[in-house]
T-cell receptor, first 115, second 114 residues
Framework: KAGVTQTPRYLIKTRGQQVTLSCSPI?????VSWYQQTPGQGLQFLFE???????NKGNFPGRFSGRQFSNSRSEMNVSTLELGDSALYLC??????????????FGPGTRLLVL | AQSVTQPDIHITVSEGASLELRCNYS??????LFWYVQSPGQGLQLLLK??????LVQGIKGFEAEFKRSQSSFNLRKPSVHWSDAAEYFC????????????FGTGTRLLVSP
């Protein structure tokens, strides 16, 4: 079974632009979570989607948004990019809605550089 | 507030030596506990997790972790380290009864010397 895939793997943008990152979960998985990883703040939870509904959201500004499609694929969008948005963005999927104990499987990440 | 502490930023271990990575958490109740590993340029791979029951948990790649409620700790161990174990290790917790949201520690980078 293929793992979690994220596209693109690398991205360079300039301040003020917007960006959309894509995540395809493991086949059959319905929950998708997003995390931001930076050297200064570490790994931080962005949001989680299940069956096209956002169930949980981290402490990020409204410039960060996401959505999930009926096939469980998810996208996250960052508008009006700032230098501090440079990070590795990780997507994780899990099989069911059983909650926090469900194992999350991570993709390789999208590395975003904002200039 | 929920928090996870990994006090060691870097650890260097000789190949073949034993390893222990420390993790302490601060939560209202015992959370779910996880250890993940991240190799350079890669995503996170789950090593093991603790939900309940036996406090000594076995994971992949020869790793184990021991949950100690009295110390709010979940330390990761390996009896003999291999050069391929060099990576960054993250301890994480998730609230019982909540949805998917992992709170991670700051990570410990493991270096393996020959």
């Amino acid at each position: 079974k293929a793992g979690v895939t994220q596209t693109p793997r690398y991205l360079i943008k300039t301040r003020g632009q917007q960006v959309t990152l894509s995540c395809s979960p493991i086949s059959g998985h319905r929950s998708v979570s997003w995390y931001q990883q930076t050297p200064g703040q570490g790994l931080q939870f962005l949001f989680e989607y299940f069956s096209e509904t956002q169930r949980n959201k981290g402490n990020f500004p409204g410039r960060f948004s996401g959505r999930q499609f009926s096939n469980s694929r998810s996208e996250m969008n960052v508008s009006t990019l700032e230098l501090g948005d440079s990070a590795l963005y990780l997507c994780a999927s899990s099989a069911t809605s059983s909650g926090a104990g469900e194992t999350q499987y991570f993709g390789p990440g999208t590395r975003l550089l904002v200039l | 507030a929920q928090s996870v502490t990994q006090p060691d930023i870097h650890i260097t271990v000789s190949e073949g030596a034993s390893l222990e990575l420390r993790c302490n958490y601060s939560y209202g109740a015992t959370p779910y506990l996880f250890w993940y590993v991240q190799s350079p340029g890669q995503g996170l791979q789950l090593l093991l997790k603790y939900f309940s029951g036996d406090t000594l948990v076995q994971g992949i790649k020869g790793f184990e972790a021991e949950f100690k409620r009295s110390q709010s700790s979940f330390n990761l161990r390996k009896p003999s380290v291999h050069w391929s174990d060099a990576a960054e290790y993250f301890c994480a917790v998730a609230s019982r009864g909540g949805f998917q949201k992992l709170v991670f520690g700051t990570g410990t980078r493991l270096l393996v010397s020959p």
